[in-house]
């Protein structure tokens, strides 16, 4: 493999990661938000400990991803490019 095969692979696993995440999150009836820099998570109290936490740890490893994730959901379903302050519900489209 040439290495821009690895790059175009790297990124594609990471898109997946995110995907995974945000619909895992949504089925949990985790929230996600962002203002553009932060992340917010809001988590129902049904919802155990270790797994906020795993969540927690995968939103932080993969803020950037993340933000620009919702952040592009969010410029297709409304026409905004640059939200203020967005809301995934149903993961990613």
């Not at 932080?60 to 969010?74: K, L, M, S």
């Amino acid at each position: 493999m040439s290495i821009p095969e690895d790059d175009r692979l790297a990124q594609a696993a990471s898109r997946l990661s995110i995907r995974l995440i945000l619909a895992e999150a949504a089925g949990l009836g985790i929230k996600i938000a962002t203002d553009g820099t932060e992340l917010v998570m809001l988590a129902p109290l049904r919802v155990p400990g270790a797994v906020r936490r795993a969540f927690e740890a995968a939103l932080e490893e993969y803020r950037t991803e993340v933000i620009d994730a919702i952040q592009r959901d969010h410029a297709a379903r409304t026409g905004k490019l640059v939200p203020d302050a967005v809301d995934v519900e149903g993961g990613m489209s």
